[in-house]
């Protein structure tokens, strides 16, 4: 799965947990939490949507990884598991 591929899918879960925010006009530096006015629990709901989506387990020690667009697309691409069939 492409950068590209894991930010859309972090893009559409965004939409499920926030589906007033502007996507278009999320800053990617920006703190998820803030820019998109959620608390800890849809910020939680979101983790494991992406974990669901994307296969991948995201420890609660590695949470401050996903606080923005951009940090939260480089610790998810970095977490999948690399392509070796299928």
Not at 7 to 29: H, K, R, T, W, Y
Request: net charge negative.
């Amino acid at each position: 799965m492409t950068r590209d591929q894991v930010q859309s899918v972090l893009l559409v879960e965004i939409g499920n947990i926030a589906p007033e925010a502007d996507l278009a006009a999320l800053d990617p530096e920006a703190d998820l939490r803030e820019a998109l006015d959620i608390d800890s629990i849809s910020f939680l709901n979101l983790v494991i949507a992406l974990g669901d989506r994307l296969g991948v387990a995201v420890p609660e020690k590695d949470y401050a990884k996903l606080t923005s667009l951009r940090l939260a697309v480089d610790y998810l691409t970095a977490m999948l598991p690399k392509a070796g069939g299928s």
